[in-house]
């Protein structure tokens, strides 16, 4: 038995370019010295989440839908990382935007994920933050509809439990703060 290793790129053809994703097809050579062809590789914008808690321990979610699914979801306040952009500067400009509040801490990282790492290469960063207990307006992006909600950690752990939070990355941070004794 041999210890696995990188691939080997063949040939690449891209299928889609565009502002939300590449898609190549590649020829690739497994360190087996099996060729696939095609082997689907998709290249998204890295993004960064909050996980944000007020004063009085309870947390700032989102409601909104994801048409993936066809459902409503609590998450996290989460989107893309600008150009330029620190993964934790991005955590906290999307939680102003999305939600209103004010991160009054230093971001606590929870790490990096990939989502999909067999053939996405994007990957999600969390962060823990205390946030102002007062919210300002939202500042939505073009197609956004989001409600902020505010859980309990009680509630939040129901709602990991029973589905209504399910975006995989965002469980795991979840569930990472609540290791690390991060929400109480």
Same mark, same amino acid.
């Given at each position: 038995?041999?210890?696995?290793?990188?691939?080997?790129?063949?040939?690449?053809?891209?299928?889609?370019?565009?502002?939300?994703?590449?898609?190549?097809?590649?020829?690739?050579?497994?360190?087996?010295?099996?060729?696939?062809?095609? *082997?689907?590789?998709? @290249?998204?914008?890295?993004? /960064?989440? $909050?996980?944000?808690?007020?004063?009085?321990? &309870?947390?700032? #979610?989102?409601?909104?839908?994801?048409?993936?699914?066809?459902?409503?979801?609590?998450?996290?306040?989460?989107?893309?990382?600008?150009?330029?952009?620190?993964?934790?500067?991005?955590?906290?400009?999307?939680?102003?935007?999305?939600?209103?509040?004010?991160?009054?801490?230093?971001?606590?990282?929870?790490?990096?994920?990939?989502?999909?790492?067999?053939?996405?290469?994007?990957?999600?960063?969390?962060? *823990?933050?205390?946030? @102002?207990?007062?919210?300002? /307006?939202? $500042?939505?992006?073009?197609?956004?509809?989001? &409600?902020?909600? #505010?859980?309990?950690?009680?509630?939040?752990?129901?709602?990991?439990?029973?589905?209504?939070?399910?975006?995989?990355?965002?469980?795991?941070?979840?569930?990472?703060?609540?290791?690390?004794?991060?929400?109480?």
């Amino acid at each position: 038995m041999t210890d696995p290793a990188p691939w080997e790129v063949l040939a690449r053809r891209t299928l889609i370019s565009d502002r939300w994703l590449t898609l190549h097809a590649d020829t690739v050579r497994t360190d087996t010295g099996v060729v696939l062809d095609p *082997f689907y590789l998709i @290249d998204e914008r890295s993004w /960064a989440c $909050a996980v944000p808690m007020l004063p009085d321990g &309870r947390l700032v #979610l989102i409601e909104q839908y994801r048409h993936g699914a066809g459902r409503v979801f609590y998450e996290l306040p989460a989107g893309d990382i600008d150009a330029g952009e620190t993964p934790a500067a991005a955590a906290v400009r999307e939680l102003a935007e999305e939600s209103g509040y004010r991160a009054i801490s230093e971001p606590v990282p929870l790490g990096a994920l990939y989502p999909e790492p067999s053939r996405n290469r994007s990957r999600g960063h969390g962060f *823990f933050m205390r946030v @102002d207990p007062q919210p300002a /307006a939202l $500042a939505l992006d073009h197609g956004e509809a989001i &409600r902020p909600c #505010l859980l309990t950690v009680a509630e939040m752990l129901a709602a990991l439990t029973d589905g209504r939070i399910a975006h995989a990355v965002q469980v795991a941070f979840l569930y990472r703060a609540h290791a690390a004794g991060l929400l109480g």
